[in-house]
């Protein structure tokens, strides 16, 4: 299982990144997918996750309504729409897969290698 994100960058507050995460060497589409995060000094935390279906969601509350997880199972890619981003929004952002479900307390199996999102005020 390989997993590669991309995405990340420089923004200002109240500005949009859009990360992806290109999935190889296993079938995408049996796995659930998570986005998790990590801020310099913190302990990595769950962002988002999403199904193998795409048909159920998961977001931890400081990110409710303003980022999206998707997926697209055809293209092995998963992907998070990161919207109004604040500078507490700053991390390093890691994809993950699951076989047992897209929540916070799931266990993720295989992790990709992190992109950086830096958001200035």
């Known amino acids: 299982v390989q997993l590669q994100a991309c995405g990340g960058g420089l923004v200002q507050a109240g500005g949009s990144l859009r990360l992806s995460c290109a999935a190889s060497g296993y079938t995408f589409s049996n796995y659930h997918m998570g986005w998790f995060r990590q801020a310099p000094g913190k302990e990595r935390k769950f962002v988002a996750g999403i199904a193998w279906s795409g048909r159920s969601t998961n977001y931890v509350d400081s990110v409710q309504g303003r980022f999206t997880v998707s997926r697209d199972n055809a293209k092995n890619t998963l992907y998070l729409q990161m919207n109004s981003l604040k500078p507490e929004d700053t991390a390093v952002y890691y994809c993950?897969?699951?076989?047992?479900?897209?929540?916070?307390?799931?266990?993720?199996?295989?992790w990709g290698q992190g992109t950086q999102v830096t958001v200035s005020s």
């Open positions: 993950a897969a699951s076989t047992n479900g897209w929540g916070p307390r799931n266990q993720y199996d295989s």
